[in-house]
């Protein structure tokens, strides 16, 4: 079972995705993830990203392939969620080849839908945790104690992409080059399920396993 979580910068395709790799027992692979990893790592691919990430801009689909074609040939096998991939027209076809490559291919592309100034204040709001993943947001789901992880005390670290006028201009990018990718899934024939993320995550959750289990 492949699947994609589609949609704008702060929909919630990581809070979702994470609950949804584990319900339906799946891999959550997240090119964010990776490419923030390859930065933390200081690796020429890492440090080549975050100059496009920094200025919220989308990375070359050339190294984003990359990414994704060792990811997916390392473990075959299990069934992968794809959140915040594809981007562009070009990884969407790209991920088509590769997937019938490995004799595999998509169940459902499942977008989120959020109100822009929703989503500015869910990022600007954003806060995660180095050491345990965990995230939070400032506005609207606080950790107990300001600027600490509830789960490990570790400190909580903001996003160098989560500042206002760079989530703004992650949202100029979705709107031009991402959004089109859904009519490129429509005229292919890859089922598209639009939901409404500006719900409760557990709400949103539920819809989510009922459109997939359809
Ligand atoms: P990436 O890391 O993928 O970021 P993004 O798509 O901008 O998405 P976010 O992580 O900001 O948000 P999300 O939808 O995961 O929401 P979350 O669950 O965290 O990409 C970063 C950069 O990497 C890109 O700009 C680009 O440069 C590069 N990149 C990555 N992939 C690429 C690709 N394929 N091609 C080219 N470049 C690529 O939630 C956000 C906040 O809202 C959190 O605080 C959360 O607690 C809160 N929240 C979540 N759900 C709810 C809810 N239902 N109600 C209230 N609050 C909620």
């Not at 969407?92 to 291919?105: F, H, N, T, V, Y």
């Not at 600490?148 to 703004?168: G, K, P």
């Amino acid at each position: 079972m492949d699947i994609i979580l589609f949609g704008p910068p702060g929909a919630g395709k990581g809070t979702q995705g994470e609950l949804l790799a584990e319900r339906l027992q799946l891999q959550r692979l997240a090119t964010g993830d990776l490419l923030r990893d390859a930065g933390r790592q200081g690796t020429p691919l890492g440090r080549e990203a975050k100059r496009y990430m920094e200025a919220g801009e989308l990375v070359p689909d050339a190294v984003i392939m990359g990414l994704v074609r060792e990811y997916l040939e390392e473990d075959a096998e299990s069934g992968v969620i794809f959140d915040g991939f594809p981007r562009t027209e070009a990884q969407a076809r790209a991920l088509d080849e590769l997937l019938a490559e490995l004799g595999r291919s998509l169940c459902a592309v499942a977008v989120l839908t959020v109100p822009d100034e929703q989503l500015i204040r869910r990022i600007s709001g954003r806060c995660t945790c180095p050491q345990c993943g965990a995230v939070y947001n400032q506005h609207l789901d606080p950790p107990r104690v300001a600027g600490t992880c509830d789960r490990c005390h570790s400190a909580l670290v903001q996003r160098a992409d989560d500042d206002e006028a760079t989530a703004r201009r992650r949202l100029e990018v979705y709107a031009q080059q991402t959004r089109p990718v859904i009519c490129y899934y429509e005229r292919t024939g890859t089922p598209v399920r639009h939901v409404a993320g500006d719900r409760p995550v557990d709400e949103v959750q539920r819809t989510l396993l009922e459109l997939l289990a359809r």
